[in-house]
């Protein structure tokens, strides 16, 4: 089975409260048939992490692919890693790209929030 891992920071005073409407807000939008199957917030020292999971069905492999969103933010610096996954078809679990897409559409959601 494929995957997809995109690694991405900025700096801000977001907290991941805020990060993670915005998060939802415009994945619904690029992806309205994407559904949120997980949703946590920790805080471990002084970092607040953000650990967001959405499912997509895609017709062209008859399976759901999912996307992982996780944040971390420390300071002003706020890391990100998306990771697509998922998405098998068939004998060889072949995505045909689903995962990939999946995450390409979750990265540039944060590329649109300042994520490099």
């Not at 993670?20 to 199957?37: L, T």
Request: net charge negative.
């Amino acid at each position: 089975m494929d995957s997809k891992t995109i690694y991405l920071k900025r700096q801000s005073s977001d907290t991941m409260l805020d990060l993670s409407q915005k998060i939802m807000d415009d994945m619904r939008k690029e992806s309205p048939d994407a559904e949120v199957v997980v949703y946590n917030i920790e805080h471990v020292g002084e970092a607040e992490v953000l650990l967001l999971g959405f499912e997509k069905y895609y017709y062209r492999i008859k399976s759901c692919a999912s996307v992982v969103i996780q944040c971390i933010h420390v300071g002003d610096k706020q890391v990100a890693t998306v990771s697509g996954l998922g998405g098998g078809a068939g004998r060889l679990l072949m995505s045909w790209g689903a995962n990939e897409d999946f995450a390409n559409i979750a990265a540039e959601v944060l590329k649109a929030h300042g994520f490099h």
